[in-house]
């Protein structure tokens, strides 16, 4: 789960719209009591460098895990730029056609 404690994509589209954002800041749940109330395993990690262990620990166990990535809303982000940040690739077209600006 990557959480950022709210809706990031409706937060930026009523910013851009109505120049304020109403329900789009949210308060999580504990994932990690999550995961056990289902009986699965749960790890919240609070660095990066506990992402890849985290990671191969959930894998090599082979079951159910919920791995919980925490991390602060730094912006708002176009659909292009999310594309590139996921793949390492920028797309031209995609940069041409979109663009979000906020009040």
Do not use: C, H
């Amino acid at each position: 789960v990557f959480n950022n404690g709210g809706y990031s994509i409706i937060r930026q589209r009523q910013d851009a719209k109505y120049g304020r954002n109403i329900g789009t800041v949210l308060t999580s749940p504990d994932y990690v009591k999550l995961a056990e109330a289902y009986g699965f395993k749960g790890i919240k990690i609070n660095t990066p460098d506990e992402l890849v262990p985290a990671i191969r620990k959930a894998l090599d166990d082979n079951t159910t895990w919920i791995i919980e990535v925490p991390f602060e809303f730094e912006g708002y982000r176009t659909p292009a730029e999310t594309e590139m940040l996921m793949t390492g690739k920028a797309s031209t077209d995609s940069w041409k056609k979109q663009s979000y600006e906020t009040k």
